[in-house]
């Protein structure tokens, strides 16, 4: 069958008939017309590939493109750069009369390019000055130099700094450390010479040594629980753990030196005080050889002793790692008391690590048990130790002596249980804790931030981030209201720990001798002396304690959480026989009153000696001064003269069960 087809090309319209299917013209001279073979020779850019005619000899689109092109643009570049050399003159020159001429044309085309391009600019420029650190700092040391010969930019540019530095104390305080940190280095320096050391060593810069001032700063901030004033640098800047005791060639010793946690403003006065005793008493010479030498320098106490709280505490063994505390709250009792008429929280100390380790070797290596020692006793029986009953064992400072940790790893050995009491926010190191030997008790008083009475503790909030870190690892915790201050402690507190193991509740304690503590109180609470009684140390009466406490404890049957009340009159309030959570412990004593209470309710002098059988004669002239004795000299007999007095902790009749 034939097929037609009308030819393609537009000014001729025959039908012709088609012989072949790619056939679109009726003949050679309508297919030459259309240009056939004019678009096979049809040529293209090599770099943009943009159409550039057919026959044309060019190979790029235009100047552009040609630079561009890999091969061309390295030549052209260096031929452009050479003639730049040759006529830079001129082309400087021609460059300046265009700008004048056409100043403002070009401003206005470089704001419009800036407002299209802003983020892509931006982004340019910060790859840039990634790269190119080292150059942009050399060019810019190249232009102050310069402008350093100028004697006038000279006066202008201190004049200023001066008055930036007058008008922020925190710029002042900064460049104080920085220059506490140069004349410390160049002392030592000139020690390690005098010394004729052979160890080359030369003073860096606090950034080669991640000396962070901003963050030094903040926790001098955080420690005012403001921010800083100029009357706070009248103080001055003091190492907790001194320079001398670091080795300042080793540049981690050099890190720890200048970590936040070892620097704090002291007053001028206490600073002339410490720096006397270091005088007086002698600072040990830096062993290279240890990595931490600075525990050589502080005076040393017996960490582990038993309380002479024996009728009334269910754990009487008491381990402290530090003499002080760091968080210094307000309502803090233990920092103001004495024993034997004299204070005992004067001077930081730390624990004895190798009394505690020679100790723990005789009771249960080498089986040396005095039978008259309280001490030994209690150890052989494996009652579970008290940690924290007198300073915060998780203190900053713990983050660089870990001595907290050390006696965990002394312990350990022994598979000694521990019950910690903490208001911290952190352990500093999990290494050495394990949750079949070691529980813990969160002290609490409120959940609001209360600065004004808790000015060094952290956040509620990250305290609340703590408590679900130790219950995530497997660690029974315990809530510790304690102090229970009436208005502050609110019933929000049991609430948000619903799921705790034990909470113990303890009310507000007094120094009477402090007068300025018993006022503040006064003050903030609303309240008159005859509120108060006095046990020693001065307490809410009976009444209006449980008036206070009935709520909580309404609350806390609920949510069915166990409790107690820690109060020395109150331990009849409790659902276990020992007042810090039967729950959290492996093993209290059985003749205190909270288990004497919980065992027969109304108890009598036998089923006490019952009880002590195991600790009758031990020695207490170690516990109570001689006034205090009564002329008793074992535990047994002491129990047997105080059960009768009424005012004593030792009878039950000090219990209030109204």
């Known amino acids: 069958m034939e097929i037609k087809r009308i030819c393609a090309f537009q000014n001729c319209n025959n039908n012709f008939l088609v012989t072949r299917a790619d056939k679109i013209y009726c003949s050679i001279s309508c297919k030459k017309k259309a240009g056939y073979w004019k678009k096979l020779n049809e040529k293209f850019c090599i770099q943009c590939g ?175 629980g403001r921010q800083l004033n100029f009357s706070d640098l009248n103080k001055q800047v003091e190492h907790t753990i001194p320079l001398a005791l670091f080795n300042l060639e080793n540049p981690e010793e050099i890190k720890k030196a200048w970590l936040p946690e070892n620097i704090t403003l002291m007053d001028i006065e206490k600073h002339k005080l410490k720096s006397s005793h270091e005088q007086k008493n002698g600072i040990k010479s830096i062993n290279k ?74 009771i249960y290596i080498k089986k040396e048990i005095n039978p008259k020692n309280l001490l030994d006793i209690l150890l052989k029986e494996r009652i579970t130790w008290h940690f924290g009953g007198m300073s915060e064992p998780f203190q900053p400072i713990e983050k660089v002596i870990q001595i907290t940790h050390k006696i965990l790893k002394i312990t350990n050995k022994y598979n000694i249980s521990i019950l910690f009491s903490t208001k911290s926010h952190d352990v500093y190191n999990w290494k050495n804790l394990k949750p079949e030997l070691h529980s813990f008790q969160l002290s609490f008083s409120n959940d609001e931030n209360r600065k004004d009475l808790e000015p060094n503790i952290e956040s509620f909030e990250k305290r609340y981030q703590f408590f679900k870190e130790l ?50 109180f006064k003050k903030l609470l609303n309240i008159d002396s005859k509120d108060l009684i006095s046990y020693g140390l001065l307490h809410f009466k009976p009444e209006l304690r449980l008036k206070y406490y009935k709520p909580f404890i309404k609350k806390m049957k609920e949510y069915s959480i ?20 039967e729950n959290l412990i492996k093993k209290s004593t059985n003749f205190n009153n909270t288990a004497l209470c919980f065992k027969y309710r109304d108890y009598s002098l036998e089923d006490v000696k019952k009880e002590l059988k195991p600790y009758q004669d031990c020695v207490i002239s170690n516990l109570y001064s001689p006034d205090n004795r009564l002329g008793c000299s074992t535990l047994k007999d002491f129990f047997e003269k105080k059960f009768g007095m009424k005012k004593s902790v030792f009878s039950k009749d000090f219990l209030i069960k109204k």
């Open 50 to 224: 943009i159409s550039l005619g057919i026959g044309v000899r060019k190979r790029f689109c235009s100047n552009k493109c040609k630079m561009q092109y890999p091969p061309n643009r390295e030549r052209i570049l260096k031929e452009k750069k050479r003639d730049y050399i040759i006529h830079k003159k001129y082309y400087r020159a021609q460059q300046q009369k265009y700008y004048k001429d056409n100043k403002e044309n070009i401003l206005l085309q470089e704001k419009k390019y800036y407002s299209q391009n802003k983020e892509e600019i931006l982004k340019v420029n910060k790859i840039y000055r990634e790269n190119n650190k080292d150059r942009i700092y050399q060019q810019q040391r190249k232009r102050e130099k310069e402008k350093m010969k100028d004697p006038l930019y000279r006066k202008i540019l201190s004049f200023r700094s001066m008055e930036y530095m007058n008008s922020n104390p925190c710029v002042k305080l900064k460049t104080r450390l920085r220059k506490n940190f140069k004349s410390a280095m160049k002392k030592y320096l000139i020690k390690l010479q005098s010394t004729k050391s052979t160890t080359k060593f030369k003073v860096g810069k606090s950034k080669e040594y991640d000396i962070n001032y901003d963050l030094i700063i903040k926790k001098i901030e955080k420690d005012l």
């Open 562 to 581: 166990p409790f107690s009340i820690a109060d020395n009159d109150l331990h009849h309030l409790t659902s276990s026989k020992c007042c810090c959570g």
């Open 471 to 520: 219950k995530k690892r497997g660690f029974k915790v315990g809530i510790r209201i304690q102090p229970f201050i009436p208005g502050i402690t609110k019933i929000s507190l049991i609430e948000k720990f619903k799921d705790a193991d034990y909470i113990t509740i303890e009310s507000l304690k007094l120094i009477p001798q402090n007068k300025e503590h018993v006022d503040f």
């Open 289 to 362: 050889k240890q990595n931490f030498p600075y525990i050589d320098y502080y005076k040393k106490f017996k960490p582990l002793q038993p309380t002479s709280k024996l009728p009334l505490c269910g754990l009487p063994l008491r381990i402290d790692s530090y003499s002080q505390c760091y968080f210094s709250c307000k309502y803090c009792f233990s920092q103001l008391r004495t024993f034997k008429g004299k204070k005992t929280n004067t001077q930081f100390k730390i624990a004895d690590l190798k009394w505690l380790e020679n100790k723990l070797e005789k």
